[in-house]
């Protein structure tokens, strides 16, 4: 069998296990709809939590990012799992106490708002939406890479594939498809990197072996060598860091309450049945994603080394085979400025190597690398088997399948509960409900599959404002609501404008009203606008709790209702 | 109230708990990992520059354990004030 028909088989096979889990979890009630009615084992609701949350970018991208970006890629790596230490200590065990469905839902509940319920929806929408386009963007690149059908073809087939398991099963149908893809998603990432790191450092582990000594030359560590090629070629050391530290430091916290304030990952800790069990998930959560986010950098260091010891300095004819397969897609670009028919990668805008360059007859970098190759082509520049391609394969669509229907849930949940029930039309059954549930699902879907196919120029852009969002505004809002008794309606809906309000300002004008301005002379206090989430949630914190202050007191149920979360079980009153 | 005396001393120390675990996470992230990055990738562990290790491997798998010790810290103290839920 061929690599394609490989692909076709592993693919099949894992669709049609989703399919079956789908048919087999159908949901019944709104509660099951919305939150599994919260009977989810807190190891698989970790698993449905991980799985939810590594998107197609962490999947296929963040190992690439990583690589180019050297030390500084650490942002990433501990952006996007320390967020989970604020979700497991902050958050997720009060929400689980209060035990509703959504995250609106506590915020138009805990500020006895109906305004506040409304920025919420309005908040929940945007983020999700923006999320999931780039799901379906994702699937679809997999399928064209992968299978050769073009873009559109690919985003239909996962659109039917999300729509069976969303629409019928919701929440429930959802959480046992994610534990299924997490599983493909793990499997398919640790093995090719597994085969790799034991031809390049003889140890099974990546973990450990990237920090060792290499296999070819006993006696030199792997970093080491890789510093060495690098720099060799004019770039920066592997090992040291070249961005300001208070931009690493602003863009960090930005993804961590980002990552805590995203409310697809919010819902999951819904879905357990109990607040010790919310704590554990939480835990569960985070040891399943670190096993990838640990092993990312690992890839970046093996790809990398394998890139600057090949291609350098080669004959174009006498490249390896993946080199020309994967040029085809146009992921490598080769452009012989100096026509001597070798490859030249070194880095051309360091001014300090460019009298060794002209020395050496070169005119500039003349390989173009798009960082997704790093993973996808993985399995091939390690010479793996054709079956090992497919699972990557698989491996990448079930990260963005498992996503979207994640995003999907909240917007069909924010528009059915939310909106309709909550302030539109509150006297609706609960079979109505569900069935406008699955509306709205499956209008979601097909909006999220129609801007996978025609994605807005903007998509790249604005990941960036989902978690710049999610930080400021509702992670300070649920943390203030569960930690501060005092604080009230006026102070909450304030707090949350000024953080949008800033936050959205500074990245519409450096993104798209002057982005020849966004440089880090005019940023301010030298922050990006990948960074400027955190300063919003500190100003989102600030104005809450000082126009709090000169306000009155929420009443006293809310005062009783802030008490209940708190803890675990009620005590009894005559004991 | 007894009852919400003993609320009131089970969400200090509830407060204590975090806040220590939170200080651990502040500073094996914001602290080695980006503030004093340089001065810890001065020092080589086992031939690997420490302040590197720390930002690419060492930080998460702390976070890991921090949430697990939060998880084990929680259940102790939710039983201590008879408020465990099974």
Redesign the interface.
Known sequence: MDVQAWTLVIVGLSFALYIGIAIWSKAGSTREFYVASSTVHPVHNGMATAADWMSAASFISMAGL?SFMG?D??VY??GW??G???L???LA?YLRKFGKFTVPDFVGDRYYSRSARVVAIVCALFVSFVYVAGQMRGVGIVFSRFLEVNITTGVVVGMSIVFCYAVLGGMKGITYTQVAQYCVLIFAYLVPVIFISLMMTGNPIP?IGF?GEMKDEPGV?L??KLDGLGQDLGFPAY???VRA?AD??FI??AL?VGTAGLPHIIIRFYTVP???KA??S??WA??FI?IL??TA?AVAVFARTNLLQTVHNTPHTELPPWFHNWERTGLLTFTDKNQDGRVQYYNDTNPAFTPKAEAAGWKGNELRIDRDIIVLANPEIARLPDWVVGLVAAGALAAALSTAAGLLLVISTAVSHDLIKKIVRPDITDKQELLIARVAAGFAVIAAGYFGIRPPGFVAEVVAFAFGLAAASFFPAIVLGI?NKRMNREGAISGMIAGIVFTAAYIIYFKFINPSANTPENWFLHISPEGIGSIGMLLNFAVAITVSWFTPPPPHEIQDLV?RI????E???T? | MASEEKQAAYWIANRRIVFSLLTVWFIASFGCSILFVDELDRVRVFGTPLGFWMAHQGSMWIFLALVFIYVGLMKRLDRKFDLHED
């Open positions: 990583i030390r890629g650490g790596l501990m799992t320390g989970y230490v604020l497991a200590l902050l065990p973990q920090f560590r970093l080491d090992t040291s860091g530290t690493i430091f960090t916290l961590m109990s607040v010790s704590r554990s939480a835990g985070l040891l670190v986010y640990t950098p930690f008490a708190r803890v675990p079980r005590l009894d009153p004991a």
